[in-house]
């Protein structure tokens, strides 16, 4: 079974009620596209957006159930109001708030407890990418950061170089294909069905070079930030992605 072909977008700090035109505008303008659609916004709209009819995501959440967290939101609050994934292991959650493989892993294995579809992000800084130490460092973020129990269906990975994240760089195609090709080598030896888990590119992907992007091997899909705000920059990206 081939992996499912996905369009994330994660729309991090921004939106608000009025910004939930844009699906609106999204859903007219692709109604049955090619592919699966999600979207990550602000937690104060899954809710409303979740109504509208499109799969809808957090941007994280806590490893326990419920408890004495303030600002916090456990995996079963999200599903509760309509999410059906959240992402976990962002390079900004990672770096701003110094999240550990251990800690993505944990939060990871309640998104799977409370049925929500994990999106477990891995990523190498420019440092890193400089010093050639790319793979090595995605290798230990894949073997920190996914639970066990990971699977096909409530697993997905996104790659998104830290450098890449809103800068306009994207790296070639050979880079992105080499560390694709890794995550799908070590995800098909641990997992029994790891080959058929879905594997996002992130990291500057906009209308311009998407069809590029999904044209490359064992990438599945793209996990968008900016492009995704507006249907017109998203929409272009999910045609793309649905005629890969």
């Known amino acids: 079974m081939a992996p499912r072909k996905l369009a994330a977008g994660n729309w991090k700090m921004n939106g608000t009620l009025a910004s939930l035109a844009e699906i609106d505008r999204l859903l007219a303008d692709h109604p049955a596209s090619g592919c699966d659609v999600l979207i ?34 456990a995996a079963q609050q999200l599903k ?40 477990i992000c891995v990523g190498e800084t420019e440092a890193q990418r400089d010093a050639g130490e790319t793979l090595d460092v995605i290798a230990a973020q894949l073997a920190g950061s996914v639970p066990d129990g990971a699977t096909a269906a409530n697993t997905v990975i996104a790659y998104e170089p830290v450098w890449a994240i809103g800068t306009g760089r994207t790296p070639t195609s050979d ?31 906009k209308p311009g070079n998407a069809a590029e992007v ?20 998203f929409g272009p990206i999910i045609a793309a992605l649905s005629a890969a």
């Open 175 to 205: 880079q992105i294909a080499e560390v694709h090709a890794l995550m799908h080598e070590r995800l098909s030896a641990r997992f029994a069905d790891g080959a058929d888990m879905a594997l996002l590119y992130g990291g500057s992907v």
């Open 80 to 119: 509760d109001v309509g999410a059906s994934h959240v992402i976990l292991g962002h390079s900004e959650r990672r770096t701003d708030h110094g999240e550990t493989d251990a800690q993505v892993a944990a939060k990871s294995v309640a998104a799977h407890e409370a049925g929500l579809v994990a999106v």
């Open 40 to 73: 990550c916004p602000p937690a104060t709209l899954i809710q409303a957006m979740a109504a509208k009819g499109i799969a809808t995501g957090g941007q994280d959440c806590h490893a326990k159930a419920s408890g004495a967290h303030t600002g916090d939101i």
């Open 214 to 233: 999904f044209a490359i091997p064992h990438v599945n899909g793209a996990l968008v930030g900016g492009a995704s705000l507006k249907a017109a920059d």
